[in-house]
Each structure stands twice: as structure tokens, then as C-alpha cells.
């Protein structure tokens, strides 16, 4: 998997695995209740069949509620010779319920013991929490010094958030801001901005979970006939082409294999425009019920 280069000198997978929908398959996906066994089972799979396939970035956060499964899943790809540590790109996250108790250094000791690790490598504010955010990132700059964490990041934040660590004088900007990006909805400032700053933007729900309207897009469907790629592909390299990361997740191997195999070919600029003309600033996740005022 090709690598880019944050800003403080970490490098940062091309296209990373993320985990929720091992939290949201636990408790609302089939509104039936998942055991840890089955749970731990399904994650460990899932992720011993990605890194055979070249995936070793890992993206939770504490609301995910996987935490404490994913170190044991750790624990068992360190013992059994799968990974190395140092081979791992592992991202978490301090929710709101967190942020509100203004303890960060607590928080991120409970993350890794949870994790069974001495470090992450990206460690982000879930939101943007008014009234609380500014004051916790402080004291993020201030752990990144610690070692505990290699770089910080926000994720679903705009450019007046910039706008405001900036003015609030704040040691560090965020190395990573990871926000909702897909064809659909192409975040043009926000990316300029970020640009600009040097701030790596990491694209979540990176394939705009292949919605029926996704599938069945014409100008996507096109392409992916023209480069003989699948749609989900020919999304993934544009994310990959234009330097912004996407994190996607699955449990299907299959998509798993197809999803990060998007560095045999390029698009070309026409048709790159041709993609990001699709936008229609839709969100697939909701905008703030998780952050009032956001
Ligand atoms: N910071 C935040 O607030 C935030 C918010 C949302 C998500 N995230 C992160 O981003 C990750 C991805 O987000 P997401 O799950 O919302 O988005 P996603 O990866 O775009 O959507 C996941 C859905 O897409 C399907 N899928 C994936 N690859 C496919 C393929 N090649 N063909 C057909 N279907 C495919 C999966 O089904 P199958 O299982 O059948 O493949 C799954 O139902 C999360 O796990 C999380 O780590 C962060």
C-alpha cells in the first residue's frame, strides 16, 4: 500500500479500514444483538483478510464501542506474526461524551489501555463540540509532545473551525481532519483550505456506502466501464489521484480486495472533473446529532 507524508514528518496509508460498522451492526443494523465472540470474530477476519491484502490503516473512535475488541484482535495479529506494530497506521477518536469531561490525558490512557497499546498514530476530536473544543485540543498539542499519540487531527469540522483553533492562537493545527467526502459530496473549501495549510484531508464514508443512487450512477457507471474497474474503484482512485485519503468499511471480502486494489491505473483529469461534477453536497451520515450547533 503507497504511503503519503503528514506534515510532522508520520506517514499516513494511501486508504485506510474503518470499524464502525462493527458498532452499528452490534446494535442497530439488524436490531438484533451480536455477541462479543461472534463480533470479535467477524472484526478479526475482516482484518486479517485486509492486511493480507495490503491494508494497514485502522480507523476507530471511543463511540464505536470496539475499542477493548480491537485490542485483542491486536494482540492476536502481533502474537501470530500477521503485523508488527510499527506496520499499523491505528487511529481513535474522544467522542463528545468524552470532550465534556475536559480530561484529555485520562482519556487517551483509557483509549490505549483499552486498545492494549502504547501509542496511536492519529488520535482526532470526533466533533467539533461547541464550547469544549478549543480548550481540548490545547490539550492535545500538549499530549502530542508525550509520545502517546504520533499526530492529531479533527474530524466533521468546516473551515470557521480552522478559522477559530487559528484564532484562538492554538499550538498546532491538525495534522488530519477526517470529514464525510465522496462524489456526492466533494467539500471543495474545505480541501482548498486544507491544502493551503498542509493538513492531509482524510475522506470518510469514502464510497458514500454504495447507495442504490451510487450504483446505479450513469456518469460513474461509464467510467467504470471505460477503465474496466468497478464503480467502488474508480471512486476510491479518485480520492487516492487527487491526495485525500479514504476510509471505507466492509466485513465482505471481496469489496475489502476490490476497494484497495485502485494503484494499477489513473484517471484522467477530464474525467476526475468529470466526478467531482457530480456533487450535490449530500450527507449520508446526519450533519449534528452528534454536535449541537455544529
Ligand atoms: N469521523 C466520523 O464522524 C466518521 C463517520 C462515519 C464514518 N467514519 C469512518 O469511516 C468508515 C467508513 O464509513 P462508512 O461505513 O459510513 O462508509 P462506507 O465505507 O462508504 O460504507 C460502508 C458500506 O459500503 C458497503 N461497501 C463497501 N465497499 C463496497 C464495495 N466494494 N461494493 C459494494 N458495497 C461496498 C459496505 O457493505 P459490505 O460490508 O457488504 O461491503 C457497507 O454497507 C467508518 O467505519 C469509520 O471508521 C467516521
Given amino acids: ?68 475488541l480491537l485490542g485483542k484482535i491486536f494482540n492476536e495479529l502481533f502474537r501470530n506474526n500477521i503485523a ?50 478549543i480548550e481540548n485540543w490545547k490539550q492535545l498539542c500538549k499530549i502530542y509532545k508525550s509520545g502517546k499519540v504520533k499526530s492529531i487531527g479533527m474530524a466533521n469540522i468546516r473551515e470557521r473551525h480552522l478559522l477559530e483553533l487559528e484564532q484562538a492562537g492554538v499550538e498546532l493545527m491538525p495534522q488530519v481532519v477526517q470529514v464525510e467526502c465522496h462524489p456526492f459530496r ?38 467504470a466501464q471505460k477503465y474496466g474497474k468497478s464503480i467502488t474503484q474508480i471512486i476510491m482512485r479518485w480520492h487516492v489521484q487527487q ?9 465482505n471480502p471481496s469489496h475489502i480486495k476490490e476497494n484497495v486494489d485502485v494503484f494499477d491505473f489513473s484517471l484522467s483529469e477530464e474525467d476526475m472533473q468529470l466526478i467531482f461534477g457530480l456533487n450535490i453536497d449530500y450527507k449520508y451520515h446526519p450533519e449534528s446529532v452528534n454536535c449541537p450547533g455544529y
Avoid at 48 to 63: L, Q, S
Avoid at 243 to 251: D, Q, R
Wanted: net charge neutral.
Fill in 243 to 251: 491526495g485525500v485519503v479514504p476510509i471505507f468499511s466492509s466485513n
Fill in 84 to 133: 508488527k506494530r510499527e506496520e499499523l497506521f491505528i487511529t481513535t477518536k474522544v467522542g463528545n461524551g468524552q470532550q465534556r469531561l475536559r480530561d484529555m490525558e485520562k482519556e487517551i490512557d483509557i483509549s490505549l489501555k483499552a486498545m492494549n497499546l502504547d501509542y496511536v498514530d492519529l488520535w482526532m476530536l470526533h466533533w467539533p463540540l461547541p464550547d469544549f473544543y
Fill in 186 to 223: 466533494t467539500i471543495t473549501g474545505l480541501r482548498e483550505m486544507c491544502k493551503t495549510r498542509n493538513i492531509q484531508v482524510e475522506a470518510y464514508t469514502a464510497n458514500c456506502a454504495m447507495l442504490p443512487f451510487v450504483r446505479e450512477n450513469l456518469v460513474l457507471q461509464q467510467l
Fill in 1 to 68: 500500500m503507497q504511503r503519503r507524508m503528514l506534515n510532522n514528518g508520520v506517514e499516513i496509508p494511501s486508504i485506510i479500514l474503518g470499524t464502525s460498522i462493527c458498532d452499528r451492526q452490534c446494535f442497530s443494523r439488524f436490531g438484533n444483538y451480536v455477541s462479543d465472540k461472534v463480533l470479535f470474530k467477524q472484526m478479526s477476519d475482516g482484518m486479517i483478510y485486509a492486511i493480507k491484502n495490503g491494508v494497514t490503516g485502522i480507523d476507530t473512535g471511543r463511540d464505536y464501542n470496539n475499542e477493548s
